[in-house]
């Protein structure tokens, strides 16, 4: 069964051409969340946000004083080649592919960096598994940089409620997999609510 998703990725406009011609070319790094490869928000504001942070507070991407675009992609695999940490069927898996894999996870230097540890584990087992595409929502209980609300501050001085910030991440390891882009340049609609005090 061939899943269909929509991703949204933020880059800088003198990127997209390169992009559109060439597909995705994502740096290796030993930190990424799930792995190595493209990454991609479900929500095109969050790939807005994400942008324009890196954007501000990256040196040589500040020096580049260039437009933000957006790009929205049609995403397709098979479901067997895809790892959706979302699903608690597919987290039984992935417990049960570590398992089975324990022998050479053994001797590998872990840290107290969980988002480094799960790129490694995500990497080894993509490659022998052929997970092409890896999906997570992550939660944040702090006020991350696009919220109006602290949900920590708020639990404490109102009333308990515990809903916390989401985001829903697709790593794309294939550019196969993706199959339409399109470009979008983003203006007002893009900006987030000013900061509720309460």
């Given at each position: 069964?061939?899943?269909?998703?929509?991703?949204?990725?933020?880059?800088?406009?003198?990127?997209?051409?390169?992009?559109l011609?060439?597909?995705?070319?994502?740096?290796?790094?030993?930190?990424?969340?799930?792995?190595?490869?493209?990454?991609?928000?479900?929500?095109?504001?969050?790939?807005?946000?994400?942008?324009?942070?890196?954007?501000?507070?990256?040196?040589?991407?500040?020096e580049?004083?260039?437009?933000?675009?957006?790009?929205?992609?049609?995403?397709?695999?098979?479901?067997?080649?895809?790892?959706?940490l979302?699903?608690?069927?597919?987290?039984?898996?992935?417990?049960?592919?570590?398992?089975?894999?324990?022998?050479?996870?053994?001797?590998?230097?872990?840290?107290?960096?969980?988002?480094?540890?799960?790129?490694?584990?995500?990497?080894?087992?993509?490659?022998?598994?052929?997970?092409?595409?890896?999906?997570?929502?992550?939660?944040?209980?702090?006020?991350p940089?696009?919220?109006?609300?602290?949900?920590?501050?708020?639990?404490?001085?109102?009333?308990?409620?515990d809903?916390?910030?989401?985001?829903?991440?697709?790593?794309?390891?294939?550019n196969?997999?993706?199959?339409?882009?399109?470009?979008?340049?983003?203006?007002?609609?893009?900006?987030?609510?000013?900061?509720?005090?309460?």
């Amino acid at each position: 069964m061939v899943v269909k998703l929509d991703g949204y990725h933020g880059t800088f406009a003198n990127l997209v051409n390169d992009i559109l011609r060439n597909g995705f070319n994502p740096q290796k790094r030993d930190n990424h969340w799930l792995g190595q490869g493209s990454y991609f928000y479900t929500n095109k504001k969050l790939a807005f946000w994400f942008i324009s942070k890196n954007a501000a507070t990256d040196y040589l991407k500040k020096e580049i004083g260039n437009k933000l675009a957006i790009i929205h992609v049609n995403i397709e695999e098979n479901r067997e080649n895809i790892l959706d940490l979302d699903d608690p069927e597919n987290i039984n898996d992935f417990y049960k592919c570590i398992n089975e894999m324990y022998d050479y996870f053994k001797p590998l230097t872990f840290t107290d960096d969980k988002h480094k540890n799960l790129c490694l584990i995500i990497d080894v087992l993509a490659e022998i598994y052929n997970w092409n595409i890896i999906i997570k929502t992550f939660e944040h209980a702090h006020k991350p940089s696009y919220g109006a609300v602290n949900p920590v501050q708020f639990d404490k001085k109102i009333f308990p409620i515990d809903v916390k910030y989401k985001e829903k991440q697709i790593c794309v390891r294939n550019n196969k997999c993706i199959k339409i882009m399109e470009v979008e340049y983003p203006d007002n609609e893009y900006i987030y609510p000013s900061t509720i005090y309460f």
